[in-house]
């Protein structure tokens, strides 16, 4: 039995004729996965930083849960920013009245959620305190990693021992517009843990981390974003103060 092969020349010719992709389609096809990938990169990032925000603002809220029952079971006054060692007393600003604001309100917060300074000076730290930005990396949290990069509002939370007087939340001529706490500066680990000093409001304290906005939680409870021109209006930083 015979087999006959029939190739015909015109088969043949368009083989030979086949090319692979030219220069310029290649240089096509690499830019547009170029863009793809940056777009969908943007699309990550932006979903990463409104979880960030959406973690801000409900460590905020839970400082305000803390802070309340703080001031219910305190005779209706904020703690301290920090306490001072009384004249005699050994010991050091952690022995008394919790030694500073984050942890005077440690006891309303859940267990694994506290400030403990002992973690803090043996390491790791875990970053799952509400005073430690989501924003931050792990590393570069306030106080050496300690997480502390939250601030509270400094004219609210005066400093000292007793019998120094402490602000009553009764007082606040506008809860809705006085500052309680917020994004505090962080630089490279370096943070603060208040917004101005003890018994006064330092509005250049405050952190814009979040895309150039700055989450803040006001005294009525309510947590809102505001941009560095905001503090332009001297009305505006009057009532942020708290004044």
Request: hydrophobic share 40%; with cysteine; glycine share 12%.
């Amino acid at each position: 039995m015979n087999f006959r092969i029939h190739i015909s020349t015109r088969s043949v010719q368009s083989c030979r004729n086949s090319k692979g992709f030219t220069l310029i389609e290649l240089l096509t096809v690499l830019a547009v996965v170029a863009i793809l990938s940056s777009v969908l990169l943007v699309g990550i990032s932006g979903v990463r930083e409104r979880a960030n925000v959406v973690r801000s603002v409900a460590n905020l809220r839970e400082i305000h849960s803390a802070l309340s029952l703080y001031v219910v079971n305190n005779h209706g006054e904020y703690p301290r920013a920090r306490t001072y060692v009384p004249e005699g007393a050994s010991g050091s600003a952690w022995d008394f009245e919790g030694g500073f604001w984050f942890n005077a309100i440690g006891p309303y917060l859940e267990e694994g959620r506290r400030f403990d300074q002992e973690l803090v000076s043996t390491g790791p730290w875990p970053q799952n305190i509400p005073f430690a930005s989501p924003s931050i990396d792990e590393d570069k949290h306030g106080w050496g990693g300690a997480g502390i990069d939250i601030g509270y509002n400094g004219y609210l939370f005066p400093a000292g021992s007793p019998p120094t007087s402490r602000v009553r939340s009764i007082n606040i001529v506008n809860p809705s517009r006085a500052l309680l706490a917020g994004d505090a500066e962080n630089a490279n680990g370096v943070g603060t843990w208040q917004i101005g000093v003890p018994g006064s409001f330092v509005e250049s304290s405050i952190a814009f981390r979040h895309g150039g906005k700055a989450n803040l939680l006001f005294v009525d409870g309510h947590v809102d974003q505001i941009v560095a021109e905001d503090l332009e209006d001297d009305e505006f930083v009057k009532q942020l103060a708290g004044k």
